[in-house]
């Protein structure tokens, strides 16, 4: 392994070592409560190199967010403009059911509930590094599919979160109301089939 490689890959390590500390403190003690000296403490670095990777709090944040909604792998994997609407649809629903009902980001929300109110940026942290590239990404799907007279869409941005939410408003905002509520595998599926047939019926072309 050359020099500069062997460097990159001790960067990477550090950087994984703090947000998995950071994790850590945020769900243990809460935003407020954590220190960026702890987290380095924890992640044993120091707090210079802490803030290279992350120049503040909120930035550390986000990089958790980012990481637990695998933005890097979204950005990298547009959906294939060979699948048709409803293929493309139950996969990017898949896809999101199962990072809403991951425990991590379950507990990282109920952090950003208690603690938005004196800490907006973790919402603007939540959105840009988590959501906004998620959407992002079916918006494109959806404006070429548009574009190939699949789909009538006059306002793709509000189709977009319109399918999302059908997914959400039930396998994930009841969980903040309803501590022991579970749905099996076969419940999410349910509801993500019918999300599609919901969509496609208001938006494909030929249903």
Known sequence: MGLARYRAEVSRQKQEAIL???LNAFLEQGY??????QIAQQAEVSTATLYKHF????????????????????????????LSPRNALIEIG????????????????????AEAPRFPELGTELYHRGKEPFLKRLHLYLEA???????????????????????NDIIFWPRFLIM?????????EHVILNAVETFLARYAINP
């Open 20 to 22: 998995k500390a950071a």
């Open 145 to 167: 599919q548009v574009a190939a007279g699949h789909l009538a869409i006059d306002d793709i941005a509000i189709a977009t979160r319109q399918f999302l939410g059908m997914i």
């Open 55 to 82: 120049p503040s709090k909120a930035d550390l944040f986000g990089g958790i967010m980012a990481q637990v909604w695998r933005t890097d792998r979204i950005n990298a994997k547009p959906i294939s403009l060979k």
């Open 180 to 188: 022991d509520l579970q749905l099996d595998e076969n419940e999410i």
């Open 32 to 37: 407020d409560r954590t220190t960026i000296d």
């Open 94 to 113: 898949q896809e999101y059911a199962q990072l809403l009902t991951n425990p991590t980001i379950q507990a990282l929300f109920r952090v950003i509930i």
